[in-house]
């Protein structure tokens, strides 16, 4: 049995290990393989590979190594994060009809826009509550439905609650619904933050583009599914055949490459953010600083409770409203951008980007306004990066 941070590094498929004595996973080009018209297709990741649409050698690798990070029954690849999430509710739908989705509003923005669409088109009913865990135990006890599935991020974008997963599943649970799931956007966390299933979510969701290859060069998505719903993986297989968004075998081999530093990665982005966390909670421009791990986060004591790693963003909110023009001009190091998990430290302006499609109320609930930040800290020296965040708020 491997432990975990081995898996990062000798988990996966390996398909030419012993043929060829390769120590990394080739990329698989072919589109097409000899076709076997013997063997049954109708169900996903049958050997020997048909159609690189389909299921690819270098894709399985990665999918096989995330199944095993995330100590799901099976898992899948998708060309974007984004398209993970769709497949996965096109899939619910196919199979169950008409769901209900309980989400809170602090979602990465295109999530909601996307969930919003399948609810206009009456595919689902959608309910979002607002942001904690507490609004989603109290929203699920009253609920009554018989196709519940409940979505959330585990440490939300951009405000960085936690969710507690093992009391939102004690809730659903206890209703005793005909069907129920729990997924977990779990794409700031990381498996090293936590490992969803293991605390009571079904599915698991990221964008890999993040910090799972972790070099801001990818677009990816991986959706792990736990043993008590493998039986999605043939419509959700069939949902990506047709959607056409199997994931390149190139972007799974830098993926594959990047999971196997997640680890080191994960361990300096968390000790970057908390310095910076720090030295933003004493200065005199900033009103507020929300870093899960910091204690006077709300959801602080869920963090300690679940999380093993608090990640690397940290969001904060300025005190006046800001020139965004002329503090990002200050800027040397720190990249204006809107994506997280790389090496290079990234400023984001939610409300005029992520989250420039939320309606107005919405952003009030979650609490996104114009003086509110989300940095991703990056690997650089942390120095660097005080500096050069100080220099930009020089311009507040
Ligand atoms: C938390 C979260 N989930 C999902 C997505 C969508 O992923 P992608 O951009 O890879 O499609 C994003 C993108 O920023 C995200 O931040």
């Known amino acids: 049995m491997m432990r975990f941070n081995t898996k990062l590094i000798h ?27 013997d063997i049954d297709r109708e169900t996903p990741h049958v050997l020997p590979y048909k159609y690189s649409r389909e299921d690819n050698p270098t894709v399985a690798h990665l999918e096989e190594k995330v199944r095993e ?9 998708f060309s974007s994060g984004i398209a993970s999430i769709r497949c996965l509710i096109d899939s619910l739908v196919e199979l169950w009809g008409k769901i209900t989705l309980v989400v809170p509003l602090d979602l990465y923005g295109s ?44 440490i939300s974008n951009p405000i960085l609650r936690v ?51 972790g070099h801001n060069d990818v677009i990816g998505g991986l959706t792990s599914l736990s043993e008590k719903v493998r039986e999605i993986e043939s419509q959700l297989w069939h949902s990506r055949r047709l959607h056409g968004c199997i994931m390149s075998p190139f972007t799974a081999y830098l993926i594959d490459r990047g999971l196997k530093t997640l680890h080191l990665r994960m361990q300096k982005h968390e000790e970057n953010a908390r310095a910076i966390a720090e030295f933003l909670n004493d200065h005199p421009k900033i ?6 791990g910091l204690s006077t986060h709300p959801d602080f004591k869920i963090s ?10 940290v969001s904060f909110r300025l005190k006046e409203e800001p020139d965004l023009s002329r503090m990002f001009k200050k800027l040397k190091i720190i990249i204006p951008g809107v994506s997280f998990g790389g090496p290079e430290t990234i400023v984001t302006h939610p409300l005029t980007t992520t989250h420039r499609y939320l309606e107005e109320n919405e ?18 020296d942390v120095n660097d990066i005080i500096e050069d965040l100080d220099n930009m708020l020089r311009e507040v």
């Open 11 to 37: 988990g996966g498929r390996r398909h030419t290990f012993r043929e060829l004595g390769t120590i990394v996973e080739p990329i698989f080009t072919s589109a097409v393989y000899v076709y076997h018209h």
């Open 69 to 77: 990070l995330d100590s799901a029954a099976t898992c899948l690849a």
């Open 111 to 154: 999530t909601l826009v996307l969930f919003r669409k399948y609810a206009q088109r009456g595919l689902i009913e959608l309910i979002t509550v607002s942001p904690g865990t507490d609004s989603i135990v109290e929203e699920l006890k009253y609920l009554n439905s018989s196709s519940i599935v409940v979505f959330f991020e585990e």
């Open 163 to 213: 969710y507690d997963i093992e009391e939102i599943s004690r809730t659903l649970r206890d209703k005793n619904v005909e069907r129920s799931l729990i997924i977990v956007d779990n794409t700031i966390p990381t498996q090293i933050g936590i490992r969803p299933i293991e605390h009571g979510a079904d599915i698991v969701v990221y964008s890999a583009s993040k910090y799972l290859s």
């Open 287 to 292: 009103s507020e600083v929300i870093y899960p």
């Open 304 to 313: 300690v409770k679940i999380l093993n790693n608090a990640s690397g963003i």
């Open 363 to 380: 952003r009030k609930i979650v609490g996104i306004d114009n003086k509110l930040f989300r940095l991703s800290i990056g690997l650089e």
